[in-house]
Each structure stands twice: as C-alpha cells, then as structure tokens.
C-alpha cells in the first residue's frame, strides 16, 4: 500500500504538470491565431476571399442572365424545332444541333461557342424568318419576340455577358493562385488543429488526473484504515498478554 501510494503521488504530480504545460500551450497556440488574425497579411487574404466570393455571385448572375434571354424566346424555338420534325421546315444539320443545345445548355452552348456565336446567329436568323412567316403567334407575342432576337443579334447582350464572364473568370483565377500561394491560410489551420488538438489532450489529462487523485484518496483510506486495524491488533496482543501475565 505504502508503494502503491507512492506511485499514485508521482503520478498525480506529474498529470498536473502535464496539464499545467498543456494549459499553457495551448494559451500560446490561442495568442499566435488572434496576432494572425489581426495582421495586415490577413486582412488582404480575407478581402481576396470576399472579392473571389462576390466574383462566384457574379459569375451566377451572368451564367443565369444568359438562361434567362434564351428563356425568353424558348417558345418560338420549340415551335421551331416541332415545325422541323413534322417536316414542314427544312434545316442545316449545324443548325438543328443549335437549336437541340441552346433549348438544352443554352449557358454553355453559347460558352462553347464563344462571344461571336456563329452558330446561335445562324440559328435566330432563321428563326426571325419562320416568325414572319409561318410560325403561328399572335401578333402580341410576334412583336415582343422579335424584339428579343433583335437584341440578341443587333445589340449583342449575350456577347457582352459571355465577354464580361471570362473576365470574370481570368480575376477568380488569379485571386486563388494568390490565395493558394499565401503561407497564411496553411499557418491559420495549422494553429487551428493545434488547438483543437490541446483541448482534446486537456480533457484527457483532466479525466486522467481526477481518476488518479480519486485513487489516491481510496488508497490513503485503506492505508488509514490498514494502520488502524494494526493498532487494534497490538492493542488486543498488548492486553491479552497482560491477562496471561496475571
């Protein structure tokens, strides 16, 4: 018992200073993350992360932008694509592509195509045509949709949007080679994790040292409690020899 509380001291003793370093780094580790985050370094990193962020909002918008013009004029293309398969127009092959992609990925169609989409003229010009012609719209609906060709063909709104995304597109670029290439994100997680792994060690050392100053006060009871069954064992000696002396 005597050894066994011995043991149990040096091992109390040595969780606390265990967890007196432990409390102690871990108070550094805080310290170096709040000093990086306030560095000018940092501030430029998280203003190249917002400007990358509202880059992706306007990347959307345009990609959505796009969608919405074709949108705009999808009911003349499907008419024209119903007009095409009941043979009562006939087309180019390159043209009928167009006209299954643009109603399909009209975004990327006309990203694949590039800001002086040959292929979307090509098509919208024949469209025109069969609006004027016989295409059935009323003349409400007529009106207005050419008007929406119109712009896409005379006014270029699509090579404009496609124009602004890539550069759009060259910027997020270069914002993520710089934010990639800074030392401070990699710093900042790695102060992160080193945190996050000190707090899992304190809790660990605190559980490990509660365990063993609870076993220490167990063995120090039984100890009390061992010397004074030996007293009453040399008292109960002590007095039976008494009686035998008598």
């Known amino acids: ?55 992706d909002s306007k990347l959307n918008n345009i990609k959505n932008s796009i969608n919405s013009i074709i949108s705009d004029i999808s009911r003349p293309l499907r008419k024209m694509r119903k007009l095409i398969q009941r043979d009562e127009h006939a087309t180019s092959y390159e043209v009928l592509e167009a006209l299954k992609s643009y ?15 040959p292929k979307l003229k090509s098509l919208l010009k024949e469209l025109k045509k069969l609006m004027k012609g016989k295409m059935k719209l009323s003349e409400r609906e007529r009106r207005k949709k050419l008007e929406a060709v119109n712009r896409i063909l005379e006014e270029g709104n699509i090579s404009r949007f496609l124009r602004d995304y890539e550069n ?5 670029k270069e ?5 990639k290439d800074s030392s401070l994100l990699e710093r900042k997680e790695e102060l992160e994790k ?14 490990n040292l509660e365990e063993a100053k609870e076993r220490l006060e167990k063995t120090q009871e039984n100890l009390v409690d061992k010397i004074e069954e030996l007293k009453e064992n040399v008292r109960k000696n002590f007095n039976a020899k008494l009686k035998t002396g008598d």
Not at 4 to 14: C, H, I, P, Q
Not at 105 to 117: H, I, Q, S, V
């Open 194 to 207: 080193s945190i996050e792994d000190l707090e899992s060690e304190i809790k660990s050392t605190e559980n």
């Open 175 to 179: 914002l993520e080679e710089k934010i």
């Open 103 to 117: 109603l399909d990925k009209p975004f990327e169609t006309a990203r694949d195509e590039g800001e002086d989409l």
């Open 1 to 55: 018992l005597v050894n066994r509380l011995t043991a149990l001291k040096k091992r109390v003793e040595s969780l606390k200073n265990r967890l007196e370093n432990e409390k102690e780094s871990l108070e550094k580790a805080r310290k170096s993350l709040e000093s990086l985050k306030k560095s000018k370094q940092f501030d430029q990193l998280k203003d190249d992360k917002q400007k990358k962020k509202q880059i």
């Open 168 to 172: 759009k597109l060259d910027e997020k």
